[in-house]
């Protein structure tokens, strides 16, 4: 079982930053792939990105590219989202996840997940 806890979200204006964090605990292992998903009021949950535990590969949802960074801390068992130049749109719940194997963009793919943290951008 592995546990994950999110952190960081809040209130801040369009164009500002905030860095989410992932506490991971349980049995995690070089071969898990942590993503991190949001999900809008009325929407579906949608991929933002993914990285392996090790952190020697990372991917981005396009749009997201340039303005989102994922990283990891292995001594702390933490993953983290930096999010730079927000604005509106990325208001939603972020949610960091896991599961075992290879890479997938498809939330049903993973199997534990964070409680999420709230994330609003005001205009």
């Known amino acids: 079982q592995v546990q994950l806890v999110e952190s960081g979200g809040g209130l801040v204006q369009a164009g500002g930053s905030l860095r989410l964090s992932c506490a991971a605990a349980?049995?995690?292992?070089?071969?898990?792939?942590m993503g991190w998903f949001r999900q809008a009021p009325g929407k579906e949950r949608e991929f933002v990105a993914a990285?392996?535990?090790?952190?020697?590969?990372?991917y981005y949802v396009d749009s997201m590219k340039g303005r989102f960074r994922a990283s990891r801390d292995n001594a702390k068992n933490t993953v983290y989202l930096q999010m730079n130049m927000l604005n509106p749109w990325d208001t939603a719940v972020y949610y960091c996840?896991?599961?075992?194997?290879?890479?997938?963009?498809?939330?049903?793919?993973?199997?534990?997940w964070g409680q999420g943290t709230q994330v609003t951008v005001s205009s």
């Open positions: 996840s896991a599961r075992s194997g290879c890479f997938s963009y498809t939330a049903s793919f993973y199997a534990f």
């Open positions: 349980g049995r995690i292992s070089s071969s898990y792939i």
């Open positions: 990285m392996t535990w090790s952190g020697s590969s990372i």
